[in-house]
């Protein structure tokens, strides 16, 4: 891809990760919040194409944009009487954490604006997914039983907090 | 002209403080966590753009990626189990209602 397509889908992605966003924090029916947050979440996706990672788009397609939405929906529609019309979005700290979020904002771009990057100029190599298979497989092997060993356990713990408990 | 490693940063900046917003705003405890979710994902663009533009031959950020997301999927079904017990005892789940245990 030339430098100035690469450019227009970055920013047409940027849209499309940013609106869906804000509608996530706004939206005063949380259902379509949810569905937003989908959009939001291929959106990422496509970033992560746009960097060269494309088994993590992949990742993120599957899990973020298929089983974690799903998840939330679900958990929408079983409390879905909570919406209505007349419900109040936001509690009362939504100016106070306007102003301390354009703060935050602010102070990333200003410290943005005085790092200096030390680009590396080397080529990413071609077989990236081999490269993060070997090193998952290597040097994080320890990790990754761990975190198999966390899904487990989040897993039962879920199920347990969520049943109906016994009379 | 080449897409920079700022761009990447600063996209990853704004919608980590979208999430942020969210998180302090929301009275919903699901919007909550769905803005917890945008935060991982500013997380992790700017782990992958690290990665991309600073040590292309180390993919440890790709790495770390997954890991967050792995750990993001554990924290989102144990906060939906949770949500949906308090929903299930308080017939509500607007996190300023919900002071049970708050001094």
């Known amino acids: 891809m030339d430098s100035l397509s690469q450019q227009i889908t970055f920013y047409a992605l940027a849209f499309f990760i940013i609106v869906p966003a804000v509608m996530v924090t706004r939206l005063r029916n949380i259902f379509y919040a949810g569905l937003c947050l989908i959009v939001c979440f291929m959106g990422v996706a496509g970033i992560y194409l746009l960097l060269n990672a494309e088994f993590l788009a992949a990742v993120q397609v599957l899990i973020y944009s298929g089983a974690i939405s799903i998840l939330i929906l679900f958990a929408i529609m079983m409390t879905h009487h909570l919406y209505s019309k007349s ?71 879920a199920v347990i907090i969520a049943r109906k408990e016994e009379k | 002209m080449n897409l920079i490693l700022d761009q990447f940063l600063i996209l990853a900046a704004f919608l980590f403080c979208i999430g942020l917003y969210g998180v302090l705003t929301r009275r919903n405890a699901i919007g909550v966590l769905m803005s917890i979710e945008l935060m991982f994902n500013a997380v992790n663009i700017n782990l992958v753009a690290f990665s991309k533009y600073l040590a292309p031959l180390n993919l440890a950020g790709q790495v770390f990626a997954f890991f967050i997301i792995a750990v993001a999927a554990a924290e989102a079904a144990v906060g939906l189990a949770i949500i949906l017990s308090i929903y299930r005892n308080f017939k509500n789940i607007n996190v300023d209602d919900i002071n049970l245990m708050k001094w």
């Open chain 1, 87 to 157: 419900i109040v979005v936001s509690n009362e700290q939504k100016y106070a954490a306007l102003v301390l979020v354009v703060l935050l904002v602010s102070m990333i771009m200003v410290i943005l604006s005085v790092t200096t990057w030390n680009i590396s100029t080397e080529k990413q190599p071609s077989n990236v997914l081999q490269m993060v298979g070997s090193l998952l497989m290597k040097d994080y092997v320890l990790p990754f039983e761990v975190v198999s060993v966390l899904l487990l356990v989040s897993l039962v713990g």
